[in-house]
Structures are given as structure tokens and as C-alpha cells.
């Protein structure tokens, strides 16, 4: 059976290209340049694959032109592709080499299985263009809630339909315990949209902290004009959720905005997430109450900030402590979450315990350094003395003050001081040599024996190990995973060294050995000096 030519007119082709583009949402051109391919395709079939060949649609009049093109150049290699001078001169005078000529071609007929392949190009390209268009369209909506269809479940994974893409919400990013059906309205948190091999993936989340701040931004009017503030979100999905709100404006509450009219406005978001319980919490600049508040509904009685480790702790009453824990150590694993601080509690008499321990320790440092009984070293201790430095360098009086104590007695005792000290200090002098710490590391300034030991012990003995330092080398640092912080030790760790002050010991380390040049001081404009 003989192939049947298939053709259409040049009205039908735009009405064909106009139609595709439309129900699929992309540019008009896009179709047509896929004809053009597609009919490009079909030409080299026909007049042989080593030919140049270009097919053109006018966009206006639907007309299609076959043009085979052919390099001018001054001796021919492949003759399928290329044109001498002599012969590019008779079609066009103003030819040069390097030049193309376009040499038309008869229009070609579509057999079936031209017609066919040509089909399969076009609906490829087509595709392309549509998941492109899909691609730039939903990458502009991440951060973005999206409602769409429920397609389909599969192995737990929810194909979402969007309208104009699919999205997918993974197992772990589906609310547990919640059931989806085929048919069931939606709504999703964008959280990232990826081009792969089976086409542009958009990603969508109901456990995200973000769709829980999205929602109340759709269910409070505040939220929606910026009036009121969503700081931070911390869930357990399903299960417990807390949300950091502040106000712009003085004269709004943030968290009765939030709450709304008999609950009205987080009644809907709870409902949405399946009966997640929210607390919501009041921001606050100052780190100890915005972590009470966090801790809420749980009462504490006294905080303390370690705000270099990011770490606090928070003293409650004995009846509190389980409240404050939550089941599963929920509630101070949201507030650790929400805050960006970790958490430590302990009982009140956890605390006093502890205390205890700290003024024993204090007690038994002034016995054995000061060669006293326990009954004046705990007179030391609860007088606020933490260390021998302390005793050895205040004010006489500040010793003699103290009730039992003479002038005679503070002497005594600060000599016994600073000869502890000044053993001490031999002692890790001869460590240091010990530990081949050179003098050179000695003699810089900001530098005392026992750091100069911990340096040494670190396999820092030089200055220029000391300049090739980085801060954190000698303060360590901590490393946040999981809502988890963990401390790295340095070589300092546990002296009494800020960050500031290893950075200033590093910076000296390296214009001492003139790695950089020193920081020159700012001079006060002469109009201030001519005012003093």
C-alpha cells in the first residue's frame, strides 16, 4: 500500500501551533519552531543528511520555506555544504568568503512515517517548552503555600495536581497519621523545586516550619501586612508546635492577633494541620525571657546565660520540672528549637545542690593553696573569693573587712596567696620549657605560664604556630546539627580567654613576624584636638 502524501495549508498550520500553544501555556514561537525542526528533519530525509537544510514558518501567513545553506569558501571540500566564490558571486554579487548562501528548495510532501517522526519531534519539543515554562514558573513560588488535587498515593508519596505542573509530597513531608485520598483538596509548602532527568520535581511539605508561619499569614490580616512578625517556628508535626510573633506597631498584641477571636484565627491553622496544639510566644530581644516565654506553660524561677557556648539554664520548682520537660522532653526541645539557645533545666533543689558543690570545691581550693582550716577558707568562699588570684591582688581591706578578720590576718593570708601563686608559676615555667614552648612565644605580651602551657600542650610552641592559628583553634567552637550543639575544645578551652582576645594574641603572632603590618591608630580630626 502506497504511503498517502499528508499536508496542511498554511492557515491550518498557525490555527495547529496557536491551539498547542494554548492548551499547554507556552509561547507561540516555541510550536512553531518546533515545525521548523520537525519539517528540518523530515528535508534531510529526503535530500540527504549531509546537507545543510533550514526550514522556516512565517509567523502571519503560516508559509513554509526550505533553504539548503552553503558556505562560500575558496576551495570545496565537502560539496553538499560548501559553494566557491566563483558560483556564490552569480546568485549574489556581494558574496564573500565565509559568507552563507540559502539556495531554495521544492517544498517537501509528508509520507506517513515522515508525518509520523515529525509528530514525535514536535510533541517532544512541546514538552520541553512545557516543563521549562513549569521549571521558571513554580522556582518564582518557593516559600509559597499551593493548593491542588490529590492525583494519586503512591508507597505513601502524595502526587499532588497543581493545574499547570504536579507536585509531590514525600512520605516524611506528609503529616503523620493523616489520610489522603485520591480527590482530596490540599494545601502545601513549596520548599524546593529541582530539574531532573523525568522533568522539573516541585517539592512540597505539611511538617515545614515555614507552612505553619504561611498559614497564619493567610488566617491573620497583621501577619499579611507585616504589622505583626513571624520570628521563628518550631514543630513536632501533628503532635505540638511553638511560634515566636513580635509587633511593629506598640499598641497591637501580637499573640491575641494571632489567637483571634475566641481562638478563631489558630483554630483554622490547627485544623489544617490536624489538630496540631500551638503555643504561641511572645518575642522578645532579651534571651532570658524570650526563653521563659518559650518554656511556657511551665513557671521558672531563674535563668543563667552562657552566651558563648549559646547555652542557658533554667531553674524551676521541683512541681514544675516534668511541665517544663514535656512528655519526651517535648516541650524544651520546641523552646530550644524556637530560641536558637540550648536548654539546660534543673530543679530548684538540683540548683541548691549544685551550689553546694561549687562552695565546697572554692572551700577545699583556699585549704589546700593558703594553709588555712575550713572554717576561714568557707569565710573566703561565701564572702564571693573564687580564686587564690583574687585573694592574692584585691584591696587589703576588702579582706580585712570581713567579719573575724584583721588587718594582720588579710597580710597573712595575701602573702600566702602570692607565694602559692609564684610556686605555681615556676611550676609551669619548668613545664613549659618541658613542652619546648620557646621564649620567644614567652616573652609576647597578653601571655601568662599556664596559657603558655596549654598552648604547648595544643603543639602550639612557636609564634609562627601561633600566627598560622585561627581563632577558633584556641577558643573552639560549636557546631549546630539537628537542632543539637556541640562544643569543639580549642587550646584554651576553660581559661578565662574571649574570642577577641585569641584574634588580638594571633594579629600580634603576625606582625611580629611581619606577616601584616600593624594597625595604626586612628588620629582625632584637629578639629576635635583644637576643641580639648
Not at 225 to 246: H, L, Q, T
Not at 251 to 262: H, K, L
Not at 393 to 409: F, K, N, P, R
Not at 436 to 463: C, F, Q, S, W, Y
Request: charged share 30%; glycine share 6%; aromatic share 4%.
Amino acid at each position: 500500500m502506497a504511503n498517502t502524501p499528508v499536508s496542511a495549508n498554511r492557515l491550518e498550520l498557525l490555527q495547529i501551533a496557536d491551539a498547542v500553544a494554548r492548551e499547554k501555556t507556552i509561547d507561540k514561537s516555541v510550536v512553531l519552531e518546533a515545525m521548523e525542526d520537525a519539517i528540518t528533519r523530515a528535508a534531510k530525509a529526503r535530500y540527504g543528511q549531509e546537507n545543510e537544510i533550514r526550514a522556516e514558518i512565517d509567523p502571519k501567513t503560516g508559509e513554509t520555506r526550505l533553504n539548503r545553506l552553503l558556505m562560500v569558501v575558496d576551495v570545496i571540500e565537502n560539496d553538499a555544504t560548501q559553494i566557491t566564490l566563483t558560483e556564490a558571486s552569480k546568485k549574489n554579487p556581494a558574496a564573500q568568503i565565509g559568507d552563507y548562501i540559502a539556495e531554495a528548495l521544492p517544498p517537501i510532501e509528508f509520507g506517513r512515517i515522515a508525518a509520523q517522526s515529525a509528530k514525535q519531534v514536535i510533541v517532544q519539543k512541546v514538552r520541553d517548552a512545557e516543563r521549562e515554562r513549569m521549571f521558571e514558573e513554580f522556582k518564582g513560588r518557593i516559600g509559597e503555600i499551593v493548593s491542588g488535587l490529590v492525583k494519586r498515593v503512591e508507597y505513601g508519596n502524595v502526587i499532588v495536581d497543581l493545574g499547570r505542573g504536579e507536585g509531590i509530597i514525600r512520605r516524611d513531608e506528609a503529616l503523620p497519621r493523616e489520610t489522603i485520598r485520591p480527590g482530596d483538596r490540599i494545601r502545601a509548602y513549596v520548599y524546593d523545586v529541582r530539574r531532573e532527568q523525568r522533568g522539573p520535581q516541585i517539592f512540597l511539605s505539611r511538617t515545614h516550619p515555614q507552612f505553619m508561619a504561611k498559614l497564619f499569614g493567610q488566617e491573620v490580616p497583621e501577619i499579611y501586612d507585616g504589622i505583626v512578625e513571624v520570628v521563628s517556628v518550631s514543630r513536632d508535626p501533628s503532635s505540638r508546635a511553638k511560634i515566636a510573633v513580635r509587633s511593629k506597631d506598640s499598641s497591637i498584641d501580637p499573640v491575641g492577633a494571632c489567637v483571634g477571636m475566641r481562638g478563631s484565627r489558630v483554630q483554622a491553622v490547627v485544623n489544617e494541620l490536624q489538630g496540631e496544639k500551638i503555643d504561641i510566644i511572645q518575642w522578645s530581644q532579651d534571651v532570658a525571657t524570650f526563653v521563659v516565654n518559650a518554656l511556657a506553660p511551665a513557671e521558672v524561677a531563674k535563668v543563667v546565660l552562657d552566651e558563648e557556648a549559646e547555652r542557658i539554664e533554667v531553674v524551676v520548682p521541683d512541681e514544675q520540672l516534668s511541665l517544663a520537660i514535656g512528655r519526651r522532653g517535648q516541650n524544651v526541645r520546641l523552646a530550644s528549637q524556637l530560641t536558637g539557645w540550648d536548654i539546660d533545666i534543673m530543679t530548684e533543689a538540683e540548683e541548691s545542690e549544685r551550689r553546694q558543690k561549687e562552695f565546697a570545691l572554692r572551700t577545699t581550693r583556699f585549704v589546700e593553696a593558703l594553709d588555712v582550716d575550713e572554717t576561714l577558707a568557707q569565710l573566703l568562699a561565701s564572702e564571693g573569693f573564687d580564686t587564690v588570684e583574687e585573694v592574692a591582688y584585691v584591696e587589703l581591706h576588702d579582706i580585712a573587712s570581713i567579719d573575724g578578720l584583721d588587718e594582720q590576718t588579710a597580710q597573712e593570708l595575701q602573702q600566702r596567696a602570692k607565694d602559692y601563686l609564684e610556686k605555681a608559676a615556676t611550676e609551669m615555667e619548668d613545664k613549659r620549657k618541658a613542652l619546648g614552648v620557646t621564649d620567644e612565644l614567652r616573652d609576647m605580651h597578653g601571655l601568662n605560664p599556664v596559657l603558655l602551657v596549654a598552648l604547648g600542650e595544643a603543639g602550639i610552641k612557636t609564634v609562627e604556630d601561633l600566627a598560622d592559628c585561627a581563632t577558633d583553634d584556641l577558643i573552639g567552637w560549636n557546631e549546630r546539627k539537628d537542632g543539637q550543639t556541640t562544643k569543639h575544645p580549642g587550646a584554651f578551652t576553660g581559661q578565662d580567654i574571649s574570642a577577641a582576645d585569641a584574634q588580638n594574641l594571633i594579629m600580634a603572632a603576625r606582625v611580629q613576624l611581619g606577616w601584616i603590618e600593624a594597625p595604626v591608630a586612628e588620629e582625632a580630626p584637629a578639629e576635635e584636638e583644637a576643641a580639648s
